[in-house]
């Protein structure tokens, strides 16, 4: 078989593994990456030999993330692309503090491929800027990439000149400490970002295993353009689906394919276009045409298009709660029909009118503080989670409740929620990794090492793609890494 074969039946693996795409002109950066890859792993640099690899899937969880680290360019910087930013900062960040000024103070960003951790650090600056009582708020803020190389490198948070070329000379001089040569983001705005490896193209999202659920907005910039069209697709709808009601997905500018997201509306923002989940917001004048509007007008567009202006957000209203029932609630669906539709407004408002017949009836319930959580209204989906355990005290909705909690960052809480459901499944794969991670984040490092240690000893026994019960799909394999780089 010649080179060019065995290069364009490793492109299809690697198509199939990881959703990246190498088109024919790519072919010599294919296989350095793949040379690359087999020296970090000890392999043979031999085409042959690793397209033989790669189609047996013979190496472990590890040695694939290690090979795909290798086949992703990490180059990024500090306050990349501005207008997307523009959009967190004056228009997202502003309507989050007017709707959650309340009790349930709460705010999700997820970083979807975000390379040696520019991008997540630059969004925690802004937040930490945007919020004036930041203290008293729940700020999640996930980070999520391919290569493993990348996630130490933003973990450590050091960087050269090279990445502060578009920084402020103040946000520079406020966050970072000169570290030699190199500068190092500080603490406070370090330990506001979660880094963890995800593939944003075989694994499961969203999910409570990996966090990636009820996200406010997601950034997912400069990734989905190396992606397969069949996989950026199904990374839309995954996106979709891990958004809140009226959530943001920005993607550059140059990713802008609407047969990608053809769930979402079109916003326009400060002459850039972007993704949002639900129906029109505010609507203004239409900015002048631009280089970027005239280059999507001629993409296929499966949504009205949204205009937003740059407008100084308007003083606070009452938020709108669900009390009231704007529309009918479809008559002749169930309540389950709402929920598997995504119909989670409807499907409160039949459950609390069902309920107040079977007051104790489980099934309505567990509906009930799903699609609170899925609404964004954690306070509610808290209340009623409580009821939920009450009622009954099984491990799943013990598992449900505590991941609502860790939400709330309640995380005391969720502690004795997790314990509970050991005692009723001491084998609970998932609580104990949980439990075990939630420990570690309070500083009980001892005890939360030895639940750790009981994942990998859990899974040990089992190959390592079986599925876990209660982890959304995840494999063996998978959460033993996870465990494993918590307790590293």
Known sequence: MSRMDDLKKIRQHIADLFGLSFPDNRLDDLERGIFSAATALGLPKDLNFMNLWLSQKSGSEEQMMLFSGHLTIGETYFFRESTGLNLLREKIIPEILEKRSGHDKYMRIWSAGCSSGEEPYTLAMIIHESVPDISNWNITLLATDISDKSLQKAARGIYGEWSFRDTPPEIKKKYFI???????????????????????????????????????????????????????????????????????????????????????????????????????P???????????????????????????????????????????????????????????????????????????????????????????????????????????????????????FSNILMEMKDLERAVSNLKKLLYLDADHVMAHLFLGNLLYRLGNKSIGKKHLQNVIELLEPMHEKDIIPGSDGMTAGRIKEMAYRILH
Not at 195 to 201: A, H, I, K, R
Not at 315 to 341: C, F, G, R
């Open 282 to 400: 505010l609507l203004s004048n239409k900015p002048e045409k631009s280089v970027i509007q005239e280059s999507v007008e001629n993409q296929v567009i499966s949504r009205k298009e949204t205009i937003i202006s740059r407008v100084k957000p308007k003083p606070a209203k009452a938020p709108v709660t669900i009390e009231k029932i704007p529309d009918p609630v479809p008559e002749n669906l169930s309540p389950e029909d709402l929920y598997n539709q995504g119909l989670y407004q409807d499907c409160v408002y039949k459950v609390l009118e069902m309920i107040k017949k079977e007051t104790d009836h489980v099934t309505l319930i567990l509906l009930l503080v799903k699609s609170y959580a899925n609404l964004g209204l954690l306070d509610k989906a808290t209340e009623w989670g409580e009821k939920l355990v009450s009622v009954d005290p099984s491990p799943d909705n013990y598992l449900l």
């Open 178 to 280: 000169a570290k030699e040569d190199k500068w190092e983001i500080i603490p406070e705005i370090k330990k506001m970002v979660s880094f963890s490896y995800l593939n944003l193209s075989n694994d499961i999202y969203p999910s409570m295993a990996n966090n990636t659920q009820h996200m406010d907005v997601i950034f997912c910039r400069n990734v989905l353009m190396y992606f397969t069209p069949e996989k950026a697709r199904e990374t839309g709808e995954k996106f979709y689906h891990s958004l809140l009601d009226k959530g943001f997905l920005i993607t550059s500018q140059v990713e802008l394919i609407d047969e990608y997201f053809p769930r979402f509306s079109r916003v326009w923002y400060d002459k850039g276009l972007f993704y949002y989940k639900g129906s029109v």
